[in-house]
């Protein structure tokens, strides 16, 4: 089951990312960008899903009752989908920024900052999954929530400020392009904390179905509003 | 052998890139990218060549023969390959474009589309080279022909649309350059394919030894050979 | 006792980091990324001293009297050192060449030229830490001090020279950071050529204390000194 989920999703990835390269707009630099972003997401997070298919994205370790000495049982750590994640989250954030700051000056410091803490988050993620030892763990867990608020900031607060000079099309479009994206992204946090990963509530089966179904609307799904924003707003 | 050919190697690359380093023109930011980039490359490259020189670049794999019961061999993963080729061969793209591009704004969305296509094109190859199950192993190496005719398209579409707006002299020299990239960087598709990595219709040394000339061909010889037109290019 | 060094540096780390993001100033872009960077670079290195306290980012490796098999003792290899310090070393060069280039164009070619200078040095560095054959080691020991003479090239002469074209204050500001800089980081060579990973002749609880007070003095202290400069010179 989970195999077949993860080849599907291989598949809509590919076919989503090669629509939205395709389809992508390039009238200057910035939407070139962005249609570049939205067509390499997918397919980078198309690769990672083979790869996690085949069996090469993922190793297991062992569970909390096993390290305890309490059960003999084991964890698969999907460590793929954080391959995954360092590449596209930045991608995305990038063609958000540029998305906010439309008009204006793409300010280097915006975009870094909301990169920079993006890229901390999901790194103190893959500890996290990778953690062994229960406290490890939850430590890595918070500071991974900790960057996670500071991308929400970055998103809501300084580029929310860049984006009130411009037009109101792109400023409408701008806050509903964050929401969509700060709505999809809470998921992962929960689910992985209920996942076997975490305190184990769900099946694996049951994680790796919710994180690829929201994967696909993080990625492609947001892809093509993001084109369809596009074509409506003038240059 | 081989482990002579690989500090040879190694040493002619060092040579070679502090050449470069010294030899390079920096009259203004883009002439200094690209000499800086020309530079740096053989110097990555002789690092990882004395890393496998070592034997710190290479691991032993098990035959698709040893998989299947029916022999007890192995092949020699040289990883450190694929380590040089993610940093060196961006580098090389972006001095191309840069050079593409010469007089008017380096435009970010084609630089960045070589390089995506380029870094995918490479992750997927090092998972065809590491892979030990023979169906995993031809996935990925389409995957990475696919990204590799992704390279080639910006090369000779995008980046070629707006280097025609470019003078005469860097239009050819850019279709210059671009030719002798592209037939070099064919070399190596051919020769892994055939590679013990591959079909294994070739042995372990001889295909080192056919990486080695075509890596110092396309990062020492191409090196000069930019620095040369860079000489005789107006600005 | 070396645990608890780490976690006391983790936490200096963090604090000094979040008080280095609240109080920079962000009126331009420019100080908005010098900032960022002063601010990011804490944040970094308490995540991977956090990782080095509960163990993850250390590894025992044979001594050089255990492969000789004159002995059976091990040394430990803080390999989380390196990631802190690949991302953590690029970040405080090029808040130093924004702080050289202030009023004028930041050149990307000095900017690159220092972290491709820098990022060689910390890899081979890994290199040299995680080379178990001695005759190894020290071939890496070498290639990281001539790239370290690179990053004091770019330093004191490529963008000196760039920094000529600036105001007095921002001539002097540079001159005392980049002398601060150069002489901290010297301390990293001389103390790993005598920790264990090295010639063994001071012991690792000593490294370690000696390396986290540089790093401390390196990161949070010169972030509030380039902070104070900040204040001070003119936009
Ligand atoms: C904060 C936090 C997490 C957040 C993960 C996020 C936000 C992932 C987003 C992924 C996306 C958007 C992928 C594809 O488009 C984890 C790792 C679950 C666990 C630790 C706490
Ligand atoms: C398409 C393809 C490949 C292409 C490799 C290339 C094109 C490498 C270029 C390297 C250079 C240019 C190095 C130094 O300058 C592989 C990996 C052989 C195997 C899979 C298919
Ligand atoms: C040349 C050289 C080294 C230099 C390391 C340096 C210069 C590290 C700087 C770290 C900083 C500045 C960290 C935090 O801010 C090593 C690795 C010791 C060993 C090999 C030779």
Redesign the interface.
Known sequence: MTESVLWITALIMFAGGTALLFMGK?RN?T???MS?AHG?VP??AG?LY??MA?G?GAVLLPTDATLAGAANTTRIFWFGRYIDWVFTTPLLLVSLGCLGMLQG?K????L??AV?ADV?MI??AF?FS??E?V??RW??FI?SCVAFLGVYYVIWVSQMEANRKESAEVQSAYKRSATILSVLWMVYPVILAISPDGLGLVADSVSVLVIAITDVLAKVAFGFLSLSDDRKLER
Do not use: F, K, P, Y
């Open positions: 390039r630099e939407e070139g960008v570049l390499i397919i980078i690769c083979v790869a085949t090469q000056r300010r280097a410091d915006l870094l900052g920079t901390l790194v103190t500890a990778a953690s030892n406290v490890s430590i890595w500071l």
